[in-house]
């Protein structure tokens, strides 16, 4: 095979470039672009439906979030949560590990501009090709509606050591 055949064949063969260009608004939300390289706010385990996730911030979240600013979270503050379906790790079962991607769904906090929805955008894209959710916020929102006094969010930042 010729290099650049190879390349090629390597290239779509990887999952993330199953999207091309910038996925369209979800509920009137722009695709926060680069959320793949966030840091890491928390994780989450439902063994009701037995799917792993990886809740992430922005830059302003992940500030937020080390310092204890979470009730109000700033306005600028972008809180990703990432699901996958859970699967055994092959060489030790007992160890769930991501498997097929679900989605990735945001808040973006915006007191003024989303002071309808508790100060957040809500936004979701579903699927690796990263199909925009567009039945509305409401439907976010009322299942939110039990941490209405936490500033929407369900999740507490993982506790972690810090360095002087
Ligand atoms: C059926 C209830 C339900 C619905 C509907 C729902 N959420 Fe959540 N959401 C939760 C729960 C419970 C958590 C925390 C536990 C977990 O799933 O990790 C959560 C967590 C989150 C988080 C991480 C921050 C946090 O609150 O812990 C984000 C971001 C989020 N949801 C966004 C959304 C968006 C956007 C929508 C609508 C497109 C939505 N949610 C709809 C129940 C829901």
């Not at 936490?150 to 050591?161: E, G, T």
Request: charged share 20%.
């Amino acid at each position: 095979m010729k290099p650049h055949l190879l390349l090629t064949t390597i290239l779509i063969s990887i999952p993330m470039s199953s999207f091309s260009g910038s996925p369209p608004e979800s509920n009137g939300i722009t695709y926060p672009e680069g959320w793949q390289a966030w840091s890491t706010i928390a994780v989450s385990h439902r063994t009701d439906n037995n799917t792993l996730r990886v809740i992430l911030g922005n830059d302003v979240a992940v500030t937020a979030a080390r310092s204890g600013e979470t009730n109000p979270w700033p306005d600028g503050a972008v809180i990703g949560k990432v699901v996958w379906k859970e699967a055994d790790l092959e060489s030790w079962p007992a160890a769930k590990v991501p498997n097929e991607f679900v989605h990735a769904e945001f808040m973006f906090k915006n007191t003024k501009k989303y002071g309808e929805t508790g100060g957040w955008g809500w936004a979701r894209w579903v699927g690796l090709d990263m199909k925009p959710f567009d039945d509305g916020m409401q439907i976010c929102v009322a299942c939110h509606t039990p941490v209405a006094q936490r500033d929407w969010v369900f999740s507490d930042p993982a506790i972690l050591p810090t360095e002087e």
